[in-house]
């Protein structure tokens, strides 16, 4: 079974950066997946924050827009997020989430805090 395991997060002041990780294993063909960073903060619903396809293109949450980094290194079956500039507001749980060949698979989540 595919397992996703993200690391990375943390407390951090505002201003501060992270670099989220999320390693897959048990899976095969990764360069074929669609693969993704959602968010959900508490009182919230999921959202989007960034994702890439398998051909590489990008698309971010306006909110992150310029902020956040998101890429892939198929060799090494990882996503990344790397995030600058970090507000309270970004303050939330990242899961990652890869896609295709008619299977969605998530993480665990890993708990981003941005606080003084």
């Known amino acids: 079974q595919v397992q996703l395991v993200e690391s990375g997060g943390g407390l951090v002041q505002p201003g501060g950066s992270l670099r989220l990780s999320c390693a897959a294993s048990r899976i095969t063909f990764i360069q074929a997946y669609h693969m993704a960073w959602y968010r959900q903060a508490p009182g919230n619903q999921r959202e989007l924050v960034a994702s890439?396809?398998?051909?590489?293109?990008?698309n971010y949450a306006d909110s992150v827009k310029g902020r956040f980094t998101i890429s892939r290194d198929n060799a090494k079956n990882t996503v990344y997020l790397q995030m600058i500039s970090l507000k309270p507001e970004d303050t939330a749980i990242y899961s990652c989430?890869?896609?295709?060949?008619?299977?969605?698979?998530w993480g665990q989540g890993t708990q981003v805090t941005v606080s003084s």
């Open positions: 989430n890869i896609d295709g060949f008619g299977n969605s698979y």
């Open positions: 890439i396809s398998a051909r590489g293109s990008i």
